[in-house]
């Protein structure tokens, strides 16, 4: 599964600038609209396209990996038939 860091990268950014990012900046600052920032953060495995990562990398000046990770899923005991 695929986990997005953006609450981390939010908070990484109000240290940086010493002043909270909001959803709705970044959501003017990116063009990605504030439902689809909100389903990010809340929504475990949200997916969403290359664009909408592009587009926070450079609003935040990070790098994909800063921005998301894989978390293995946990394996599961399978019986085969």
Do not use: W
Request: glycine share 10%; net charge positive.
């Amino acid at each position: 599964m695929i986990r997005f860091k953006l609450a981390e990268v939010m908070e990484k950014s109000r240290f940086a600038g010493g002043q909270r990012v909001s959803l709705t900046e970044v959501a003017s600052g990116t063009g990605v609209s504030r439902a689809t920032l909100s389903k990010i953060l809340n929504q475990k495995g949200y997916g969403t396209g290359t664009d909408t990562v592009d587009r926070l990398c450079q609003f935040f000046g990070c790098r994909v990996e800063d921005l998301m990770e894989h978390l293995p899923e946990p394996k599961t005991n399978q019986i085969d038939s």
